[in-house]
């Protein structure tokens, strides 16, 4: 009986040893097993996953000289200069001065004949003298209105005569063309020479091809 009780107690010890060492080496499993878990990447994932506040410093420096580049600095302005106001010449003639009236040779029916700039043909009064004041006055002022104003060529005309200015009716300064003063026909069209010899007073001044400036 002191045997067997003997070898009981002996058994139960031993189960009791054994219990205990299989509750302490759990814990250690348990940790080795966590830190392992930790270690792993997930079996979903294509490679290591950083962790989001991790961000390479080589990585930011190139971004930023890259964002640097792809944007260049503006060029400066070149400077600008602005001309002046330019002297006029004396012979410039696209602008005529107020009170100027521009001849001009234009081609007609009748040939080439001295008018008006915007083609008014002018005409001369047979009973008018060469150098004198005119002398078409009243009722005939108002069929032929005389040509008035400061005569100018226009830049494309060459005249073989020359302008001047006489008294006509009125007292107005009446253009002259050698000498002889200048009409307009009261209605007329331009480009029209339907008042050349009327009353076989009036006529126009006839004029050529040649006393237009070509080049």
């Known amino acids: 009986m002191r045997k067997s009780g003997w070898t009981a107690a002996t058994g139960i010890g031993s ?13 250690s499993t348990s940790a080795a097993g966590s830190g392992s878990s930790a270690a792993q990447p997930s079996s979903g994932s294509s490679g290591p996953v950083a962790p989001a506040s991790s961000v390479s410093p080589v990585a930011t420096a ?11 600095a503006a060029p400066s302005p070149k400077p600008h200069h602005t001309a002046g106001p330019q002297p006029s010449s004396a012979d410039d003639q696209s602008i005529p001065a107020v009170g100027t ?5 234009q081609h007609s029916n009748l040939g080439y004949v001295l008018a008006k700039a915007g083609g008014q043909v002018v005409y001369t009064y047979s009973k008018d003298k060469k150098g004198g004041p005119g002398t078409c006055t009243g009722s005939c002022a108002s069929t032929w209105p005389a040509a ?3 005569p100018q060529a226009g830049p494309a005309d060459h005249f073989p005569g020359t302008f001047t200015v006489v008294k006509g009716a009125g007292g107005v300064q009446q253009i002259a063309y050698n000498g002889m003063p200048l009409y307009t026909f009261a209605g007329a069209k331009p480009y029209s020479t339907a008042g050349n010899g009327i009353d076989g ?15």
């Not at 189960?15 to 814990?27: H, I, K």
């Not at 190139?62 to 260049?72: C, D, E, L, M």
């Open 101 to 105: 009236t521009v001849m001009i040779v």
């Open 62 to 72: 190139t971004k930023s000289a890259k964002g640097s580049s792809s944007s260049p």
């Open 15 to 27: 189960l009791v040893l054994l219990l205990a060492a299989c509750g302490g080496s759990s814990p």
């Open 201 to 215: 007073l009036w006529h126009v001044v006839k004029l050529s091809a040649g006393d237009i400036i070509t080049s």
């Open 148 to 150: 008035t104003g400061t």
